[in-house]
């Protein structure tokens, strides 16, 4: 199994500054034939499902805010909120699409300072 | 637009067989664009991909549970089902259903439904 880590496991940022998060898969999920990194990033906020923000590991679904972009290499990945809004108050998931099994990170919490 | 709603008890005893439906509106589960998942959430917990199954009745389980899932699909009713059987208490959780694409991404998610094991 690929296992997803990140960090911190949770952070506190003041309104309009930015926050990041790190995700750390122990595989490439790097597939060279299509040059894709099979990574995506969900967003999900208390009782509610999660949303993917990410896919493809920097490209944002539709109708997510340009303030949150992605980033990252075959096994180190970024998730950037460029101005925190009060909405952003979360748990962030990264997640490898790669191989079966589909594995998720434990999670970030993100809240306002 | 896509909606994708589980459905099933909501408590379940221990040793029992765990099922649920998800029903699909906004789109088919006969689909060949897609795939029909189920993913886990235990209270106050990370996420669980449990597996997946094709419109065609092919499926694919997560190793760790796979000796106790089944899933299916009834394209008459738009709606595919998990049973997972032998439960205990480390299987209460949030069960979700979802959609994923042909390269397995995960787009969509039903609101979740509840299931506790406890007799």
């Known amino acids: 199994d690929i296992v997803m880590t990140q960090s911190p496991d949770s952070l506190a940022v003041s309104l309009g500054e930015r926050a990041t998060i790190n995700c750390k898969s122990s595989?490439?999920?790097?597939?060279?034939?299509?040059?894709?990194?099979?990574l995506a990033w969900y967003q999900q906020k208390p009782g509610q499902p999660p949303k993917m923000l990410i896919y493809?590991?920097?490209t944002r679904d539709s109708g997510v805010p340009d303030r949150f972009s992605g980033s990252g290499s075959g096994t180190d990945f970024t998730l950037t909120i460029s101005s925190l809004q009060a909405e952003d108050v979360a748990v962030y998931y990264c997640?490898?699409?790669?191989?079966?099994?589909?594995?998720f990170g434990p999670g970030t919490k993100v809240d306002i300072k | 637009q896509l909606q994708l709603q589980e459905s099933g008890p909501g408590l379940v005893k221990p040793s029992e067989t765990l099922s649920l439906t998800c029903t699909v509106s906004g789109d088919s589960v006969s689909s060949s664009s897609f795939y029909w998942a189920w993913i886990r959430q235990p209270p106050g917990k990370g996420l669980e991909w449990i597996g997946s199954?094709?419109?065609?009745?092919?499926?694919y389980y997560n190793p760790s549970l796979k000796s106790r899932v089944t899933m299916s699909v009834d394209t008459s009713k738009n709606q595919f089902s998990l049973k997972l059987n032998s439960v205990t208490a480390t299987d209460t959780a949030v069960y979700y259903c979802a959609r994923q694409d042909n390269q397995w991404l995960v787009g969509r998610w039903g609101q979740g439904t509840l299931v506790t094991v406890s007799s």
């Open positions: 997640q490898q699409y790669y191989s079966n099994p589909f594995t």
């Open positions: 595989q490439n999920v790097l597939y060279s034939p299509d040059n894709k990194k099979y």
């Open positions: 199954i094709y419109y065609s009745g092919s499926t």
């Open positions: 493809w590991a920097s």
